[in-house]
């Protein structure tokens, strides 16, 4: 592909609780001259979330705002949403971000932001995915890329990858074997939406013409 001006790439926010890791693929894969989308900014809620640390060896300005020292869940939804606003970033990656929005902030964003999900939804919602595919004796389990909407873990989905579940998986192998597959897929939703191959319109996901579905092992809008 064609090497891309500044200009013409999305500007992205990353949101992070954790380790970072899918940030971290997703700053890699940024860096390359064609990937139409630029991680700008960083915003964790953990004062010591490991994902600090990355995004500084990348150089990407990283704030933080620790939930424990706002009084309510819309205090610091306020405080998140000015600093937002003011980044004014194209898109709002959500990767691995630990918290629930209330509908209000979702609202201000709206087709604007992009969450990944350790689980094939609409299958297994909310947390602790892993154990429950293998309680649930599933065969198959995977990780979601998913516009956000004010449901949880609901919004329409934009790619899947799916992983074979083992006879003796743990949680932690499954998991394991899941995480391999977030840090391809989260990369390539991402240069999806960027680029207007896929995008989301009212509720509904729109898949460019142009774009070949079978060009991918991933499962492009289910
Ligand atoms: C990932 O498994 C992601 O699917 C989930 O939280 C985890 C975050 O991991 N939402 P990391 O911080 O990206 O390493």
Same mark, same amino acid.
Request: net charge negative; hydrophobic share 40%; proline share 5%.
């Given at each position: 592909?064609?090497?891309?001006?500044?200009? %013409?790439?999305?500007?992205?926010?990353?949101?992070?609780?954790?380790?970072?890791?899918?940030?971290?693929?997703?700053?890699?894969?940024?860096?390359?001259?064609?990937?139409?989308?630029?991680?700008?900014?960083?915003?964790?809620?953990?004062? /010591?979330?490991?994902?600090?640390?990355?995004?500084?060896?990348?150089?990407?300005?990283?704030?933080?705002?620790?939930?424990?020292?706002?009084?309510?869940?819309?205090?610091?939804?306020?405080?998140?949403?000015?600093?937002?606003?003011? %980044? /004014?970033?194209?898109?709002?990656?959500?990767?691995?971000?630990?918290?629930?929005? /209330?509908?209000?902030? @979702?609202?201000?964003?709206?087709?604007?932001?992009?969450?990944?999900?350790?689980?094939?939804?609409?299958?297994?919602?909310?947390?602790?995915?892993?154990?429950?595919?293998?309680?649930?004796?599933?065969?198959?389990?995977?990780?979601?890329?998913?516009? @956000?909407?004010?449901?949880?873990?609901?919004?329409?989905? @934009?790619? %899947?990858?799916? @992983?074979?579940?083992?006879?003796?998986?743990?949680?932690?192998?499954?998991?394991?074997?899941?995480?391999? %597959?977030?840090?391809?897929?989260?990369?390539?939703?991402?240069?999806?939406?960027?680029?207007?191959?896929?995008?989301?319109?009212?509720?509904?996901?729109?898949?460019?013409?142009?774009?070949?579905?079978?060009?991918?092992?991933?499962?492009?809008?289910?």
């Amino acid at each position: 592909m064609a090497n891309l001006a500044v200009e %013409q790439r999305k500007r992205v926010t990353v949101l992070f609780s954790g380790r970072g890791s899918n940030m971290e693929t997703l700053i890699k894969a940024s860096l390359a001259d064609d990937y139409p989308a630029i991680i700008t900014h960083a915003i964790t809620n953990r004062p /010591n979330a490991g994902g600090i640390e990355i995004a500084k060896n990348y150089n990407v300005e990283t704030s933080i705002f620790d939930h424990k020292a706002f009084d309510s869940r819309e205090a610091h939804e306020e405080v998140l949403r000015a600093e937002l606003e003011r %980044q /004014n970033p194209d898109i709002i990656v959500l990767a691995g971000y630990m918290r629930i929005f /209330n509908e209000s902030f @979702v609202k201000h964003f709206p087709g604007k932001m992009l969450n990944i999900h350790p689980s094939l939804l609409p299958k297994f919602k909310g947390v602790d995915t892993h154990n429950r595919a293998i309680e649930a004796g599933e065969k198959t389990h995977g990780c979601s890329v998913h516009f @956000v909407d004010a449901s949880l873990d609901g919004g329409p989905i @934009v790619a %899947q990858a799916s @992983v074979p579940v083992k006879q003796d998986d743990t949680a932690d192998t499954l998991s394991d074997r899941v995480l391999v %597959q977030e840090h391809l897929l989260y990369p390539k939703a991402l240069e999806l939406v960027a680029s207007e191959m896929v995008t989301h319109q009212n509720g509904e996901i729109k898949v460019s013409p142009e774009f070949d579905k079978t060009s991918t092992n991933f499962i492009i809008a289910p």
